[in-house]
């Protein structure tokens, strides 16, 4: 067992140096088939215990199956192994491994790995992997990873992992459960976290950045938080992340604050206006409140926005409030905020829940 553990050690290392060649040239080569003589069927226990004994860094395999191992020259049809499947030259076929594929230079078809498929070329296919895949050239196809996807080049397909994907460029989505991150993305970002210099299509998640995208600061006064601070960011107008503050004047008896998270998308209105639909959620702070009381102030905001000056703008929003509140105060459950509520209950296990409408006006720039 010992010596076995040493020898994929060996391989994992062997690999890794391959993939970190530079693969500039190698990108662009064609597929060199018919380079090396092609047997029909190759049985294995682990390289070199198996039917092409010696010679197996020189030949390429129409039917390749193997109980440990399998390594060869090139792949021009099906391959199956328990642990590892490693060409030192090209894949033009499907691979099975129980953990990992590997292949040199140019992969076309499909991999399948119990942890990990790694391609120091491009990749014309799909892979699938348990923790990740790698490409050092660029991916035609699609990549689907339980942990990551990761790829020098370009991307022209689809790239879904469970924590992140990482690529030069993507036409086409990036979804993961973590983070999204390209240079140029001509699709959408759906993710926890999307980070990419430009985008053509929606970034969607709790943070999206861009340097080149859309922002924006908001100041305006409200109803129930008479002064508000806002920034807008995302990769463009399509959809992005706000973050808000907001406060009454400090009195000893009526002070309260709150910050919130919210998201919008932004559409011209005519020539010049622009109309933004959003959504916000404030955690209010009042009378002495801890962090874990729920009392709360969600906004439903359509906000008309009217060009001044340079990149300044007047903007008048008309808004639907709900305020959620255990909040136990000297008048009840859930402080008043505003006297023309349209909706005021008191739930059964005691919330509060109350509606109304409401104007905000402000300058965003």
């Given amino acids: 067992m010992k010596k076995v553990f040493l020898y994929l050690s060996s391989l994992f290392l062997t690999v890794g140096q391959l993939i970190a060649q530079d693969t500039t040239q190698i990108d662009d080569q064609p597929l060199m088939k018919g380079q090396y003589p092609i047997r029909a069927v190759q049985i294995g226990f682990v ?50 491994a129980g953990i990992v594929n590997a292949v040199r230079h140019e992969a076309r078809g499909a991999q399948f790995a119990g942890i990990a498929n790694l391609v120091g070329g491009p990749l014309h296919g799909v892979q699938f992997a348990g923790i990740t895949n790698v490409v050092a050239g660029s991916v035609q196809g699609a990549q689907f990873a339980g942990i990551a996807n990761l790829s020098g080049g370009r991307v022209r397909g689809l790239q879904i992992a469970g924590i992140a994907n990482v690529a030069r460029s993507v036409h086409g989505p990036q979804i993961a459960g973590i983070v999204n991150i390209a240079k140029r993305v001509n699709g959408a970002q759906i993710g926890l976290i999307n980070i990419a210099q430009d985008i053509d299509g929606p970034q969607i998640g709790l943070l999206s950045i861009s340097p080149n995208g859309y ?25 992005y992340n706000i973050f808000a503050l907001g406060a009454t004047l400090p ?34 702070h009042e009378e002495n409140t801890t962090w874990d009381q729920l009392n709360m102030l969600n906004q439903a ?48 296990n005691g919330t509060r829940v109350r509606m109304w409408p409401g104007l905000n006006i402000g300058v965003q720039f």
Avoid at 78 to 93: H, I, P, R
Avoid at 327 to 334: F, P, S
């Fill in 215 to 239: 922002r924006r600061f908001e100041v305006w006064a409200s109803d129930a938080l008479y002064a508000n601070l806002g920034f807008k960011m995302g990769g463009n107008r399509k959809f």
């Fill in 251 to 284: 009195t000893d008896n009526q002070t309260r604050w709150g910050y919130g998270y919210g998201i919008g998308t932004n559409q011209p209105m005519g020539r010049r206006n622009e109309v933004s639909i959003e959504a916000i959620a404030y955690h209010i």
């Fill in 47 to 96: 390289p070199p215990l198996s039917t092409n004994g010696l010679e197996s860094g020189r030949v390429s395999n129409r039917l390749s199956l193997n109980a440990l191992g399998s390594y060869a020259a090139a792949l021009d049809g099906f391959e199956a192994s328990g642990l590892f499947n490693v060409e030192k030259d090209y894949v033009d076929g499907v691979q099975f």
């Fill in 301 to 348: 905001r359509v906000s008309f926005i009217f060009p001044l000056r340079n990149r300044f703008a007047l903007t008048v929003t008309p808004t639907f409030n709900v305020q959620v509140s255990q909040l136990d105060v000297a008048e009840g459950i859930g402080t008043k905020w505003v006297s023309w509520s349209v909706y005021d209950r008191l739930t059964n």
